[in-house]
Nanobody, 126 residues
Framework: QVQLVESGGGLVQAGGSLRLSCAASGLTFSTYVMGWFRQAPGKEREFVACINWGGAYTYYGGSVKGRFTISRDNAKNTVYLQMNTLKPEDTAVYYC???????????????????WGQGTQVTVSS
């Protein structure tokens, strides 16, 4: 049974930082692309970042590029999202997701991701 468990969300002032973690179990972590998505109330789920199986390649959504950094530790089956210079518009539920590295489809779309966490709330106050 695959489980993805996010942690690290919370309330932060604009300009602050948070680090999200996602601990994975029940899958061969090092063979999966790991991604972060977010969803604000009334909006569609939005791609934030993803990282390939070995960590050599990373991709970011345009609104977070230069402020957020995704990383992974395959020894700990964990993926991280370091979020700096947070803005009120970053407020959303953040989801961790996993897809096999061999699976085709856009990294930026939620559809090819097979497994999802329950989400963690990030609220940025102005």
């Amino acid at each position: 049974q695959v489980q993805l468990v996010e942690s690290g969300g919370g309330l932060v002032q604009a300009g602050g930082s948070l680090r999200l973690s996602c601990a994975a179990s029940g899958l061969t972590f090092s063979t999966y692309v790991m991604g972060w998505f977010r969803q604000a109330p009334g909006k569609e789920r939005e791609f934030v970042a993803c990282i390939n199986w070995g960590g050599a390649y990373t991709y970011y959504g345009g609104s977070v590029k230069g402020r957020f950094t995704i990383s992974r530790d395959n020894a700990k089956n964990t993926v991280y999202l370091q979020m700096n210079t947070l803005k009120p518009e970053d407020t959303a539920v953040y989801y961790c997701a996993a897809r096999p590295s061999s699976k085709s489809g856009s990294y930026y779309s939620p559809a090819p991701y097979d497994y999802w966490g329950q989400g963690t709330q990030v609220t940025v106050s102005s």
